[in-house]
């Protein structure tokens, strides 16, 4: 078994990221098969050109990531996709890269709408008078924004989190934020989106601010999954034929 052999031109500041990277795409892409075995030590020192202890720290990264268990006597054997720890940063990235017909990002999209409709509910029952008028202000940005499709997806961005910080609730702002942004590294989520396109965005923006300043829960966070799924519909590509 020969392991991204273009990986291996690379050395990252840590030797053990280059097993991971290779190997993780490997899986990940579905090259090497649930209950595979990985290649022995010395033969994966031999090919990354890195000691038996970085072959070693690399397979327990693997291990903390769901991608592998080490079973006395067989060595690492690769671990099925419903065992991956899909929140791992790097996980993630190569899921979203490999993702050939689009099963992840419509995943991604659905763990969206489930969280931030709810925060945006909460934002408009628990956001202060300054949470408020920063949301409303970052919303102006976006209004002045929007012949500049470019500027207004980073912008976009913002909006939502100055939404979901006055939700008060960090632990789904923060799965949020970290499936998001893995998501936006892709530019077949991302897309490329018209000055029309980004208009639409901001009048449905617009619904979910007057509700949150209307301290409409149930409004809110039925325009956010309204949003979200809207958004995601207009950008999403064909699938493949």
Known sequence: MRLAPAAAARRPARLADLVVESVLDGVVSGSIPPGAALPPESALSEQFQVSRITVREA????????????????????????????????????????????????ELVGVRIALESNLAGLAAENATDEDRAAIEAVFHRLEADTSRPEVFIQTDVEFHDRIMAASGNRLARSIVSTVHSQ?????????????????????????????????????????????IRSAWQRRRPLPPA
Not at 72 to 100: C, E, I
Not at 193 to 207: C, F, G, K
Request: glycine content about 6%; aromatic content about 2%; hydrophobic content about 45%.
């Open 59 to 106: 397979v327990k990264l693997l291990e903390a990531k769901g991608l592998v268990e080490v079973r006395r006597g067989v060595g690492a054997v690769v671990k099925d996709d419903s065992s991956w720890n899909l929140l791992d940063a790097d996980v993630l990235a190569s899921a979203v890269r490999n993702d050939a017909n689009l099963t992840i990002l419509d």
């Open 183 to 227: 998501a936006r590294t892709s530019m077949r989520y991302q897309g490329h989106p018209s000055v029309e396109d980004v208009r639409t965005t901001n009048s449905e923006h617009r619904i979910v601010l007057d509700r949150i300043l209307a301290r409409d829960a149930a409004g809110a966070a039925a325009a956010m999954t309204t949003h």
